[in-house]
């Protein structure tokens, strides 16, 4: 009875409620979408490192050679001898190593240099190996394989030729145009950092500088394809390693002993652990960004309760009918409790669709330009305990209205019967 009596009322003032509905519905979806995105984040980091037991590269910080290494973020400051990764790849308790080479670029893409091993061993999310959405794996010295979003933003196909340039930069003067790659293989999406790259063997990135010295190609020892075909292109440096080993009762063994090396010092890093550092340094910001939508949920709220507060003193004349038919204090209070759960549940509702429409809109542009893959499903448990927070909020907020309104109802009580 007092539900639909609740509602009626709710309907007579339908532009007030619509509004504050309105209200609630955009923080919630706010907060809810902030939330989401927080756990996607993670877990798209977490699928990057995948599969991948250590990270070798030359001495510097854990976050440092994760971040250059894995998601293509910043510089190394030095490379590590060839000779170090063989002695690595024939160790006993190593099962695969990817090695990988960064410096180069082509129109804002990072260009990684590295081994048929990669496409072979190199897990992402749920252990999933990398697949080709067309051609295949270098079959040239100077093949390339474009990420799904290189291929998607720059209009490749199988076949085209792509001409890399020295550094990362956006332009680049030093362009490789001697030595053209062409296109074997695109990979499909993966939501990792190998989407905006684009993959060349070591031997074809050692061919193209050739002649080259301190990243400027020096006048006379220009040499063509055909003659670097014939040259030894064993690569004499790498940037980073991956390495799997057999078990992994020997990562921690095996860390120590890279990490103390002195000839060619080197640094050992567990991704999961160094995500978790990295996490730790951006707990700041996504605190300050949790906080700015948890203020925008309040100040709906504290709109609604404006409103209930408002209309309950212009229903003096509603309460007094509810008096005089008998209805006592604490049920007309229920009624303006009702209405702010009404309320509060529309909107969360409302909330929750609005959350899944923008999801469905945002997940081509979010994974296309950030690489951020987000999945349409069921609310997750933290996003449970956030609908649940709204509903409290909610029925604080209809208790001073509630209040106020036995506070008339019982005036109107001792007017009628004086």
Not at 80 to 97: F, G, K, M, P
Not at 238 to 247: C, M, R
Not at 256 to 265: F, G, K, S, V
Not at 299 to 320: D, P, S
Request: charged fraction near 15%; include cysteine.
């Amino acid at each position: 009875m007092l539900i639909r009596l609740a509602w009626s009322s709710l309907r007579s003032r339908w532009a007030t409620a619509l509004l504050t509905l309105c209200t609630i519905a955009l923080s919630t979806a706010l907060l809810l979408g902030v939330q989401q995105i927080r756990e996607h984040t993670r877990q798209n980091f977490m699928a990057t490192v995948a599969g991948t037991d250590l990270i070798v590269g030359a001495r510097s910080g854990p976050i440092q050679l994760l971040l250059y290494s894995l998601f293509h973020i910043g510089s190394a400051t030095s490379n590590i001898q060839w000779s170090s990764h063989e002695t690595l790849q024939h160790d006993a308790r190593v099962d695969w190593t990817i090695p990988l080479s960064l410096g180069d670029s082509h129109r804002g893409y990072r260009v990684v240099g590295t081994s048929s091993d990669l496409f072979r061993h190199y897990r992402y999310a749920d252990q999933q190996a990398l697949s080709f959405a067309a051609g295949e794996p270098f079959n040239d010295l100077f093949s390339i394989v474009l990420g799904a979003e290189v291929a998607r933003q720059l209009g490749y196909r199988l076949g085209d030729p792509v001409i890399i340039a020295h550094g990362s930069g956006n332009t680049s003067f030093m362009q490789h145009k001697h030595m053209p790659f062409k296109i074997s293989g695109i990979l499909q999406p993966t939501g990792t950092p190998l989407d905006r790259a684009l993959l060349v063997s070591l031997e074809g990135l050692e061919a193209v500088h050739l002649g080259w010295r301190a990243g400027v190609p020096l006048p006379g020892l220009e040499v063509s394809p055909e003659q670097a075909r014939q040259r030894n292109l064993t690569p004499k440096e790498v940037t980073a390693i991956l390495v799997g080993l057999k078990s992994r009762l020997h990562t921690f063994h095996l860390q120590r002993e890279l990490n103390q090396r002195r000839t060619d010092p080197l640094t050992a890093i567990l991704p999961g652990v160094a995500l978790q550092e990295l996490w730790q340094l951006l707990g700041v910001a996504e605190k300050a960004l949790l906080a700015v939508s948890a203020s925008a949920l309040l100040i709906g709220m504290i709109g609604m309760l404006a409103v209930l507060l408002a209309a309950t003193q212009q229903r003096r004349h509603e309460i007094a009918i509810l008096r005089a038919l008998g209805c006592p204090p604490a049920r007309v209070a229920l009624l303006l409790i009702q209405e702010s759960l009404l309320l509060t549940l529309g909107g969360l509702l409302l909330g929750i669709l609005l959350l899944q429409a923008g999801l469905a809109l945002l997940q081509a542009p979010l994974l296309s330009q950030f690489g951020l893959m987000l999945s349409l499903g069921a609310l997750t448990p933290t996003q449970w305990q956030i609908c649940a927070l709204v509903l409290a909020l909610g029925l604080i907020s209809g208790l001073a209205p509630a209040l106020l309104a036995w506070r008339l109802a019982s005036a109107s009580h001792l007017i009628r019967r004086n």
